[in-house]
């Protein structure tokens, strides 16, 4: 079993910066590959990024390439999200979720959080 519980949301101007972090329960986590996505009112969630067990492989979607940063820190059970050059399309609950296995791709995701919401202001 593994919790994810999401923080660092909050309201930013657009040109802004948030980092938002996702921390994992359970002894698994080191061994998961992690991502991000995002849902906008009234709209589908969107993978926003994602992360290998050992952080060498990294997927991002278009829309916050060069942006954005995933990272993580295993010995904290944490991924983080890194956002720079906020945009008021950047308005979104950002969620996280953990793969069953060690890499991104296929994508599958058996545990989510809750979410955080971020609000980007013009």
């Known amino acids: 079993q593994v919790q994810l519980v999401e923080s660092g949301g909050g309201l930013v101007q657009a040109g802004g910066s948030l980092r938002l972090s996702c921390a994992a329960s359970g002894r698994t986590f080191s061994n998961r590959a992690m991502s991000w996505f995002r849902q906008a009112p009234g709209k589908e969630r969107d993978f926003v990024a994602s992360?290998?067990?050992?952080?060498?492989?990294?997927y991002y979607a278009s829309s916050v390439k060069g942006r954005f940063t995933i990272s993580r820190d295993n010995a904290k059970n944490t991924v983080y999200l890194q956002m720079n050059s906020l945009k008021p399309e950047d308005t979104a609950v950002y969620y996280c979720a953990a793969s069953p296995g060690r890499l991104p791709e296929p994508p599958r995701y058996d545990y989510w959080g809750q979410g955080t919401q971020v609000t980007v202001s013009s």
């Open positions: 992360i290998s067990w050992t952080g060498g492989t990294t």
